[in-house]
């Protein structure tokens, strides 16, 4: 839910559908992005914001925490609040003038403000070229919206977000999905070039 100052609710929906536009997965380096086809799909929790930084500053004295602006292709702006546990693909050093997809939890509470101001979870820098999606995958490997299935193979490569060699089962946990080609099936099959498991992002 949604908050502003005076305490009233306004749902996720009613935000994104006054002053924002998401979309539950990116293609990073081109325009297109994945959205659902009619209303009745399911949801994911992550939904990814797309544009160019306009500005970066400290939102605090210490430095720790930051604040993208990002502008869309539409013009709208919306602020992320970037921390210390936000997970960077590749590391990507963001600046400012850099084209990138923000992915950020749409059940999270935040300010009803304009721009809309909102915790960061994933950031990807549109020069990777790849296909990002984020979301809850169920032990069958199939995402939250039903959108696309993963095929593991021996040359997937899955990492914790610290770096290290994630050894259980994929399935059942909130995963960032970086991937080049998936087929034209509903739900979409891909077999992943990485995958790297949210272990600790997630409440």
Known sequence: MYYNNKSSKISANEMQNTIMTGTT???CGNVNVETPTTPS???SRYLGFQGTVTNISNLNDDGCTKLFEVRDQNGRITNFVITPSTYFINQANITKGMSITVFY??????VLIYPPRLQATVVA???????????YFDSNLLSQDKALQLNISENTE???ENGQTFTSNVGNHYLVVIYTNSTRSIPAQTTPEKIIVLCQTIA
Do not use: F, T
């Open 25 to 27: 997965g990116c293609s």
């Open 125 to 135: 820098s549109n020069n990777l070229n790849k296909n990002v999606k984020v979301d």
């Open 105 to 110: 939890d749409a059940d999270a509470p935040a």
């Open 41 to 43: 799909m399911p949801n």
């Open 158 to 160: 899955i990492l914790l």
